[in-house]
């Protein structure tokens, strides 16, 4: 006989069973709304929990031993990636499209080994004359100080800007409560400079709430037209949410979602 506990667990392995199988056949192509809508209703049903496609599978990659990049792996030696950081997977992947887009200004939601990541990916064009600057963007004074202090240790500070940009409280477009950055300074510290590459992986907040970045920077001529942008989380519930609102805007092209990590929403500006 089956008892109710013995069935869940079943049904929770199944559901792993098929995230897994998932990963692998969808392998480094982005996967459309209308399929990730369907592989959430059949993980859903087996396993009924919060962003089941993110914790039923956590980050495997969690130390720097993953990454392709050697520099890199000694610099993040010891740290644990994944859980809050970007996972190995995710920064490889990073690492791949910056050295494919060959960006000159890049903007990042989200400071800490992100931004030494950047920094590490963006040496290659630099030593071959092409400029690059990166304005990170954080929301508290306190990890503003540590990342300027961890990009210094590394000799990565040149060409890297953090800039604080508080957080407020205000309603998302169905009326939730969200958490938005206060972008007022951001113009001014970029010297009216527009980003050609946006990565999101913040703010911290309640669910939904990075849906505000993109269309703020927007307003603000922050992003060059035909920007590209990465969204981490994108495999979350609160991010699928923001994928369904952004594919409304008619300046906005979404490529889909890569299964890397938590998942990377790409897309870039129209125009």
Excluded at 33 to 38: E, I, Q, T, V, Y
Excluded at 190 to 196: Q, S
Excluded at 248 to 259: H, M, N
Aim: proline fraction near 6%; glycine fraction near 8%.
């Amino acid at each position: 006989m089956i008892t109710p506990d013995k069935y869940q667990k079943k049904a929770i392995l199944l559901a792993v069973a098929k995230l897994m199988k998932t990963r692998l056949k969808q392998g480094n192509a982005p996967m459309d709304r209308k399929k990730l809508a369907a592989v959430r209703e059949k993980i859903g049903a087996l396993a009924p929990v919060i962003d089941p496609l993110v914790w039923l599978q956590p980050d495997r990659e969690q130390d720097s031993s993953h990454l392709n990049n050697e520099i890199l792996q000694e610099i993040l030696r010891g740290e644990q990636l994944g859980v809050w950081a970007l996972c190995a997977h995710s920064l490889n992947h990073l690492e791949r499209v910056i050295a494919e887009r060959r960006p000159s200004c890049i903007l990042e939601m989200g400071s800490g080994i992100s931004t030494l990541a950047l920094q590490v990916f963006c040496r290659p064009l630099r030593e071959a004359g092409h400029e690059v600057h990166i304005f990170s963007v954080e929301q508290g004074e306190d990890y503003a100080a540590q990342t300027r202090e961890r990009l210094a240790l590394h000799g990565l500070e040149k060409g890297a800007t953090v800039v604080v940009c508080p957080l407020r409280k205000e309603q998302g477009p169905d009326g939730r409560e969200i958490h938005s950055y206060d972008f007022s300074s951001l113009p001014s510290v970029m010297n009216d400079e527009a980003a050609d590459f946006l990565l999101i992986d913040g703010p911290f907040g309640p669910p939904g709430s990075r849906v505000e970045v993109l269309p703020e920077l927007i307003r603000l001529k922050s992003l060059a037209p035909k920007a590209h942008f990465l969204m981490d989380d994108a495999l979350r519930d609160g991010e699928m949410w923001i994928y369904d609102i952004w594919a409304k805007r008619k300046d906005v092209k979404l490529d889909g979602v890569y299964w890397v990590g938590k998942g990377f929403l790409s897309g870039e500006l129209v125009g």
